[in-house]
C-alpha cells in the first residue's frame, strides 16, 4: 500500500505497511481517512484484492487499474519522491 502525500503534510513520518486482513484493512481505511483521501487505486493481484475492495469500497472512491499501468504510476511515485528528497531508492 502506498500513500502520496503533499509536501510539507507529516514529513518524517515512517510508511506504514498493513496485512491483508479484515483488522488491518480497517485500520487502513483509517488511516487513509486520516489523511484525507478520497480515492484509492489499485490492481487486482490474484484474489488478494477484493477482501481490500469490499472494506475500502464504503469509505473511499474506488479505480481497478491495469497492474502495467499502476506499476508505472509506482515506479514514477517513487522517482519523483527520491529527487525531491535526495535519498538513494533502488530501482
Known amino acids: ?3 502520496g502525500r503533499r509536501s510539507g503534510s507529516a514529513a518524517g513520518r515512517a510508511p506504514e505497511e498493513f496485512a491483508n486482513t479484515v483488522t488491518r484493512l480497517l485500520a487502513l481505511a483509517e488511516w487513509l481517512k486520516g489523511y484525507g483521501v478520497t480515492h484509492v487505486a489499485m490492481e487486482a493481484a490474484g484474489m488478494y484484492w477484493l477482501l481490500v475492495w469490499h472494506i475500502l469500497g464504503n469509505d473511499f472512491e474506488l479505480t481497478l487499474g491495469d497492474a502495467r499501468h499502476v ?3 509506482w515506479e514514477a511515485l517513487i522517482s ?3 529527487r525531491a528528497s535526495g535519498r538513494f531508492c533502488r530501482p
Do not use: L, Q, S, Y
Request: net charge positive; aromatic share 12%.
Open 80 to 82: 519523483i519522491f527520491c
Open 1 to 3: 500500500m502506498c500513500a
Open 71 to 73: 506499476k508505472n504510476v
